[in-house]
């Protein structure tokens, strides 16, 4: 198998940071090479360079046996490479069809977009490797599983050679990665070649062919997947096993209700009941956990909690009314939350790690003479959540933007469990982070509830993660309860079949 790519002694620097430090590999043609490493390790920067999304400092891209310089992104794509960002690159306010062709619009006649053309060769994608989304909808309606499928449409519509995924099972479902991974394979079979970023260990040892580990900024081996085991992986990357099984104790938890929803419904975006007059409590010292595929209403329940979309029904935190479209009622009371999207909703991009850090808590925590904020205090904090949570970051006067996105996360979880909350309301917490950072939160998360009596309600994508760590489990389907499972009870076929809605796919 000949070599389709190769990367000579790539360096890129920002300042005095080398975030690719002589970075040398070579990708075969038609397989599945998967890039792994800590946040902040360099695979993203790695990727982007590629894609031509950055430009490096020095060294050489070496594809189909000639070397290339990418000045931006569609040089990258012209020359046959496509990348899926771990943060979307999708235009709020466009239809999903528009994000798709944007940038390599079919044209007829010379002058006109030929639409008809784009739609039957996307839904002919979508057929072929099991996407469902209306084409005709706004992007900014979709769930974040949706958005990632458009992204990976996107990239298949130009028919890319080379098909950069960075964290692609991030946000999905086990159901929903099997129908990746069997397109992943297709893809393969026709040719085509994959580089694969992912924190998952178990997933690059199951769909990839050859593994190389990077590790600030360097490549510290290449193996071939056959010759690896997670031992193996997780002593290149962070230097020691990690097992990912955390000691707690589950329960059946008969202690008071901290927070109770009855008899709850949720309109969505376009006018449907994406919430279904459900009722659940959650008690103190509880993990709640709360699976189902992405768009049965786990967003719109969530936005409702938090105050930030108005529902009918009863929502009460200790016992008092959840005040409608008032999330910041809901921080004074004490209710924190880290959101499935980090970078719209969790952060703010543009602003420096303080005011990211303080986020939420600026009015309780760090305001002094009534109207001014206490920086020192804040960046005293900072500091302390960054070393903590072990977020890599030049600087707490850095934009936030300018971490990784695994990086970002741990800042946001940070900050969420250092304010003093008794209920956290938290999504897919462990979003695009390695192993080791996965192993530091799942057991904060149990120190949090087992000795300081948080409450949590855990709204995840990652089955072995809710049932890790929850005492009980809701399954949601098209917006209603479908089932509830206590911890001796956890079974995954059974999970997974109620999130289908009780439909074996296989039948």
Known sequence: MDNILEVRNIYKYYGDMAANDDISLSVKKGSIHAIIGENGAGKSTLMNILSGVVEPTNGDIILNGKKRAFKNAVDASTAGIGMVQQEFMLFPGLSVLENIILGDEPVKNKFFMDLSKSEEKIKSICKEYGFNFDLYANIDDLPVVLQQQV???KVLFREAEIIILDEPTAVLPPQEIEGLFKAMRFLIAQGKTILFITHKLKEVLEISDTITVMKLGKVVGHIDTKDATESILTNMMVGRNVMLQIEKNPKINKSRQVLSCENLTVIGNSGNEKVKNISFSLHEGEILGIVGVAGNGQAELVEAITGTRGYTGSIKMDNVQVKQLDSRSNRFAGMGYVPQDRNIVGSSPESNLVDNSIMGGHLKRFKKYNYLMDYQEG??????????????????????????????????VGREFSQNNHVLIIEDPVRGIDVGAIEFIWNEIVRQVEEEKVSVLLITYDLNEAMTLSDRILVIYDGEIRTELYNADFDERLIGFNMLGGVNKDE
Do not use: M, P
């Not at 903590?388 to 933007?401: E, I, L, P």
């Open 151 to 153: 992204e990976i449409v």
């Open 379 to 412: 960046r005293r904090y900072t500091n302390e959540i960054i070393n903590k949570y072990k977020v890599k970051a030049q600087d707490y006067n850095d934009f936030a933007s300018s971490l990784s996105g695994g990086n970002l996360q741990k800042l946001i």
